[in-house]
């Protein structure tokens, strides 16, 4: 796909920004709401669809319509540097958390990560939507049918809440975690959701009636802050009942299943 090659540095700790560094006529594509800054000879563009520019018209309406199904806008921001000389436009993250630089050319061309965390990535990057194959994991993965994958030979830059872990499993190897805690995942993982055993620890154990199970060979990204969790807090502490589920298809019974609902 060529993507253009961008250069960048991460800012901060708990609440970190990206900085792009872009040579004359480079770009770089994001979601709307993630700009923080740029030089003046930075040019914004808003486009339709996912910003790969190999796409024809109805290439883009497919694109666009893949974004709804995410909960995303149909639109996306191009940044080019118009300008001479190499010039910055920075990106901040949502809430606290770690910004992970994702090269999708070392990942075989494709990466699936949960739905709100792509931030932004060099323009020819695709970003479309994933499909889970097992009926589990779409009803009971907190994520619904619909994950997102990042596809190309670039590099994409993906939030996730509180610490991140690196996890490489082997052939076989599986871990199980809370199924809002998946970031980001290698194509290779098997994905799946497992019941938790034992009707006490299922029904009084407060971690949810299902966990994520995923088994190597691969590497997944683990994040100790689901902003589901976070805005359990917030609203707990606001006095506000309800919350946004992330996406099972279950809507608010969903809460009865995933493990956020502390």
């Given at each position: 796909m ?14 970190q ?18 700009f923080?800054m740029?030089d ?25 319509g ?16 118009g ?16 910004i992970?630089?994702m090269d999708?050319s ?23 939507i994933?499909?889970q194959r ?19 030979d ?33 194509q ?15 029904l ?41 589920e992330?996406?099972?298809v ?13």
């Open positions: 060529n993507a253009h090659e961008i250069d960048y540095r991460i800012i901060g700790n708990e609440m920004l990206v900085e792009i560094e872009l040579d004359p006529q480079e770009s770089v594509v994001a979601e709307a709401g993630s923080m740029m003046a000879e930075i040019r914004m563009e808003t486009i339709f669809g996912d910003g790969n520019s190999r796409q024809g018209l109805m290439g883009k309406l497919l694109g666009a893949k974004r709804l199904l995410t909960g995303e806008s149909l639109f996306m921001t191009v940044y080019t540097n300008g001479y000389g190499k010039k910055c436009v920075s990106f901040a993250a949502p809430y606290p958390g770690k992970l630089p999708l070392m990942l075989r061309g494709k990466l699936i990560c949960q739905k709100d965390s792509f931030l932004c990535a060099a323009k020819g990057v695709s970003i479309g994933e499909f097992k009926l589990g994991a779409g009803f009971f993965g907190g994520e619904g049918f619909i994950m997102q994958k990042l596809e190309g670039g590099l994409a830059f993906v939030h996730a809440g509180g610490t991140v872990v690196e996890r490489t499993l082997a052939p076989g190897e599986v871990i199980r975690i809370d199924t809002g805690c998946l970031v980001a995942m290698t290779d993982i098997d994905y799946d959701i497992e019941f938790v055993k034992g009707i006490k620890t299922a009084f154990g407060g971690e949810g009636l299902f966990f994520a199970t995923l088994r190597g060979p691969g590497t997944v990204w683990i994040q100790s802050l689901p902003f589901s969790r976070l805005a359990d807090r917030v609203i707990s502490a606001s006095g506000v009942s309800g919350r946004k992330e996406g099972s279950l809507g608010g019974l969903g809460n009865l299943f995933d493990g956020d609902n502390r």
